[in-house]
């Protein structure tokens, strides 16, 4: 199952830039992988992938508003708290799931990235930066 | 979260994504809301500066299916406003129309500010003779 995070984490990666892993990755349970998509809001990432079962925040706080104080006691901002989700895997889950995952996710995340007028200001000025 | 088709829709086929120069006189520019509230909409106006009328219209939003929605919505009803007639737009136009439930009534509040705003920006480069 930490193979197939790992995959799941690593596609990715080379599909999108400035993601960020919540949290440890070396001590975590092996299916959990709770990843920020700067630029793009969680809950509307979650619109575009609903043939996937995820959440956003952290599993306590998947159905409220509020950014998840699991990821602010992790030290994750306000802004990439909101751009949270998180991914369980189970011992069900196959490399093909995890590849439709990536290409899904990195499809909705590059759309949402256009529309974003944070994207726009981070592209008009590099020095405008992100801190996690 | 169960979101109104009419949300679907704009979340699906958003209307007017995009952006208009800021440094056009005849274009109004307004950027509500904050990155760690998880809202925020940029809303653009284009007006015909002998008519008075709201010719194009464009968005970009950091947000939810319901913010999104909110905001495309704006820039559909705002086209072929005068800017008097734009001003009236109030959100509970928004949650009628787009059915949003209590929880994401801010959204359409959010859009309400940032038609505002971007009014109030367009007059302010007009009085600024920009």
Redesign the interface.
């Known amino acids: 199952m930490t193979g197939l995070r790992n995959r799941l984490s690593d596609g990715l990666r080379r599909e999108l830039d400035e993601i960020y892993i919540n949290g440890s990755v070396e001590h975590r349970l092996p299916g959990n992988l709770n990843v920020s998509f700067a630029y793009v809001e969680g809950e509307s990432l979650l619109m575009g992938i609903n043939d996937i079962a995820v959440s956003s925040g952290s599993a306590c706080t998947s159905a409220t508003l509020e950014p998840s104080y699991v990821l602010k006691a992790l030290g994750t901002s306000d802004e990439l708290a909101h751009s949270s989700i998180r991914f369980g895997l189970g011992r069900f889950n196959t490399e093909e799931e995890v590849d439709f995952v990536v290409q899904k996710v990195s499809a909705v995340v590059k759309r949402l990235r256009e529309m974003s007028p944070l994207y726009e200001l981070a592209k008009e000025h590099e020095e405008v930066k992100i801190r996690g | ?1 169960s ?1 109104s088709e009419k949300v ?1 829709d704009h ?1 699906n086929n ?1 209307r007017n ?1 995009g ?1 208009l120069p800021k440094g056009d006189t005849a274009v109004g520019t307004g ?1 509500v809301g904050a ?8 809303l653009q106006v284009r007006v015909n500066p002998e008519t008075g009328v709201i010719d194009d219209a464009k968005f ?6 319901s ?2 929605a909110s905001s495309s919505l704006a820039t559909e009803w705002l086209k072929g406003k005068t800017l008097e007639q734009a001003l009236e737009i109030k959100n509970v136009d928004i949650v009628q129309e787009l059915s949003l439930p209590p ?1 994401k009534i801010h959204c359409s509040v959010l859009a309400e500010d940032a038609i505002k705003a971007a009014i109030a920006d367009y007059k302010r480069k007009q009085q600024d003779g920009q």
């Open positions: 979260m979101y679907i979340y958003p994504v952006s950027l990155p760690e509230c998880g809202d925020v909409m940029k970009k939003t950091f947000g939810c299916g913010a999104i929880v």
